[in-house]
């Protein structure tokens, strides 16, 4: 399973960026699929999930800034970004999980760089 996202770069402090992540290779669905930030020197933290039915779940700071999509034709999710702020600086990874695969195993793409600059 490979996991190719794309959109990242560099915006200034509430701008707008979009990032996309598409899944190619063998994997289960319905699945889950999602996107995790780190932050330099900071741990890996969700950002978004969307359920196959779209369902999202965000975290509490990005809420009413971020909106998660998915588009399972294309298996492809995607991450509306907006009123960026300095603090959403991080590389974010999108990652993709079945509870229908046991035992459990995450998959994740390789992360492209957002960057919000003051």
């Known amino acids: 399973v490979q996991l190719q996202a794309s959109g990242g770069g560099l915006v200034q402090t509430g701008g707008s960026l979009r990032l996309s992540c598409t899944a190619s290779g063998s994997f289960f669905s319905p699945n889950v699929m999602g996107w995790h930030r780190q932050a330099p020197g900071k741990q890996r933290e969700l950002v978004a999930t969307?359920?196959?039915?779209?369902?999202?779940t965000y975290a509490d700071s990005v809420k009413g800034r971020f909106t998660i999509s998915r588009d399972n034709a294309k298996n492809t999710v995607y991450l509306e970004m907006s009123k960026l702020k300095t603090e959403d600086t991080a590389v974010y990874f999108c990652y993709l999980y079945s509870r229908y695969e046991s035992p459990r195993r995450d998959y994740w793409g390789r992360g492209t760089q957002v960057t919000v600059s003051s």
């Open positions: 969307a359920t196959w039915d779209g369902t999202p």
